[in-house]
């Protein structure tokens, strides 16, 4: 069992639910589409990679950012909108970044991600680096046309190129069978592409990481390749509440039951750590967050100077 697994999708998961606590004080400036359910999809895919691949997210990037070992304080000081955010306080929660862990950009512009992790693939083969790029978009992203001329590129040029594809079924609020038709096949569009293409289950780890891996080796030597991990949002689209109302599911049933965090505490505990090990573990990871969230909270703004630096005008 992998405890080191665990603590990722546990501060994951507590980073959220204390950023919804501080969204809701009107301390966070930005926009926030929260990451919660969705957690062993990031740890399973960053898990499986080197330090020197590169990532790039999404509008729903905290867990991505922070799976790839991205720094938790300047994470929530960019929320804060302070200076010493990642990007100054000036990108939000939907520009994560930290090049200092290959973990490149995330951009809100659906699909915009895509073609520029092929540019990004393209100039690891050029300088043959052995490393790759994966890439995370929703099902709703997916939908979006540069993703297929992407597939194109990614396949005609060979490039250590990972896409992941996380399958929530949902684009803000309509649902998947509400926007496709009956015939629409992803793994046949994929692979007709010449891209490989394999499911995961999303809600399990292992199973992310076990494919993950295997799609990753091969990416490595110029076979791109596409996860879709089948996976559930608990939160609404945007801000801090669970959306009850627009759900089929008990939404609680479904934290308690199928929940990956909540699996993987258990299989731990099965395992032979104990209830209080683990307890000291999550207590660690609390006072971290509480200790970046103050950091944030004291950390000055930007200067007024700099409202035009770094920014394309
Ligand atoms: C090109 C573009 N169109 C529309 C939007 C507005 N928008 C933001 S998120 C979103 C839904 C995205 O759904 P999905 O890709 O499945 O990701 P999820 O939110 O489920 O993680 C939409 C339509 C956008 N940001 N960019």
Redesign the pocket.
């Known amino acids: 069992m992998s405890l080191e697994a665990y603590k990722k999708m546990f501060l994951i998961r507590m980073a959220e639910e204390q950023i919804a606590t501080y969204y809701l004080k009107n301390k966070i400036i930005s926009l926030i589409?929260f990451y919660v359910g969705q957690e062993a999809v990031a740890v399973g895919i960053c898990d499986a990679l080197q330090k020197n691949d590169r990532v790039m997210g999404?509008?729903?990037s905290h867990g991505h950012y922070l799976a790839k070992g991205g720094d938790l304080k300047k994470m929530i000081c960019e929320l804060f909108g302070k200076e010493c955010g990642s990007s100054h306080g000036k990108g939000g929660s939907m520009h994560m970044i930290d090049t200092s862990v290959n973990f490149i950009g995330s951009t809100?512009?659906?699909?915009?991600a895509v073609p520029l992790s092929c540019g990004s693939a393209f100039e690891q083969k050029y300088h043959r680096s052995n490393a790759i790029t994966v890439v995370f978009?929703?099902?709703?992203?997916?939908e979006?046309g540069g993703v297929y001329e992407s597939l194109n590129l990614a396949a005609l040029l060979k490039l250590p190129l990972l896409i992941v594809l996380?399958n929530?079924l949902?684009?803000?609020n309509t649902r998947l069978w509400e926007r496709r038709s009956m015939a629409y096949d992803t793994e046949k569009i994929v692979t007709g592409f010449g891209v490989r293409y394999i499911k995961a289950d999303g809600n399990d780890y292992y199973d992310v990481l076990s494919k993950a891996g295997e799609l990753i080796a091969e990416a490595r030597v110029g076979k791109p390749a596409l996860i879709e991990c089948m996976t559930y949002?608990h939160m609404a689209?945007s801000g801090p509440n669970f959306e009850e109302e627009t759900r089929e599911e008990d939404i609680f049933e479904m934290r308690k039951n199928k929940d990956s965090v909540a699996k993987m505490r258990r299989e731990i505990l099965a395992s032979g750590v104990s209830e209080k090990e683990i307890l000291v573990i999550e207590d660690g990871i609390r006072t971290t967050i509480l200790n970046a969230i103050t950091f944030a909270d004291n950390a000055p703004l930007p200067k007024k100077e700099s409202l035009y630096t770094n920014l394309y005008v």
């Open positions: 589409h999404n509008h729903r809100p512009i659906l699909s915009s978009l929703g099902d709703g992203a997916f979006e996380e929530n949902r684009s803000i949002r689209h």
